[in-house]
T-cell receptor, first 112, second 112 residues
Framework: GENVEQHPSTLSVQEGDSAVIKCTYSDSASNYFPWYKQELGKRPQLIID?????GEKKDQRIAVTLNKTAKHFSLHITETQPEDSAVYFCAASKDGNNRLAFGKGNQVVVIP | NAGVTQTPKFQVLKTGQSMTLQCAQDMNHEYMSWYRQDPGMGLRLIHY???????DQGEVPNGYNVSRSTTEDFPLRLLSAAPSQTSVYFCASSAQEYGELFFGEGSRLTVL
């Protein structure tokens, strides 16, 4: 099955700086790549997603880039704020039907 | 509009006991799924459904059963609980084949 890996496992950034989290996937047939944010004790929530026919997508301070050749995609958060502190999960899917393979998560800590 | 509702929120079982985690959504979503979340392991798909009467196995289905008799409900049954099933369980629903997963608040299960 699909194998999704995230790096780094923990990332600390100063407030106002940018954060970048990278994910790699194993199955070249994967065509949907979402990112979920999970605050402590809360449910995961979608923050951005991208389909394989698009190389980059932005939503305010958040962007995702996809490199299909290298089989990796990255989450970019600019002008980080304390409320960005959370665990971020990337995922990949080739089958649709919401059969997502998740990475193990990245802990992002924004230092005020 | 309650979204995705899971019950119970907390449960303690003894090894060998059976139980059902309930999941209901009021958004008329066709796609529903169950994930388990363990520390450092991300989210792993247990079972999923693409509509009433249709279910299939995910990545870690052993020890769990599901059924989907209505669009709204997708219960997860633990047949004979084992300590390895101690986890946080999330139910999710989606309106699209490739689209946002709406998660419930989670059910924390401890098997002694």
């Amino acid at each position: 099955g699909e194998n999704v890996e995230q790096h780094p496992s923990t990332l600390s950034v100063q407030e106002g700086d940018s954060a970048v989290i990278k994910c790699t996937y194993s199955d070249s047939a994967s065509n949907y790549f979402p990112w979920y944010k999970q605050e402590l004790g809360k449910r995961p929530q979608l923050i951005i997603d991208i389909r394989s026919n698009v190389g980059e997508k932005k939503d305010q301070r958040i962007a995702v880039t996809l490199n299909k050749t290298a089989k990796h995609f990255s989450l970019h958060i600019t002008e980080t704020q304390p409320e960005d502190s959370a665990v971020y999960f990337c995922a990949a899917s080739k089958d649709g039907n919401n059969r997502l393979a998740f990475g193990k998560g990245n802990q992002v800590v924004v230092i005020p | 509009n309650a979204g995705v509702t899971q019950t119970p929120k907390f449960q303690v079982l003894k090894t060998g006991q059976s139980m059902t985690l309930q999941c209901a959504q009021d958004m008329n979503h066709e796609y529903m799924s169950w994930y388990r979340q363990d520390p450092g392991m991300g989210l792993r798909l247990i079972h999923y459904s693409v509509g009433a009467g249709i279910t299939d196995q995910g990545e870690v289905p052993n020890g769990y059963n599901v059924s989907r008799s209505t669009t709204e409900d997708f219960p997860l049954r633990l047949l004979s609980a084992a300590p390895s099933q101690t986890s946080v369980y999330f139910c999710a629903s989606s309106a699209q084949e490739y689209g946002e997963l709406f998660f419930g608040e989670g059910s924390r299960l401890t098997v002694l």
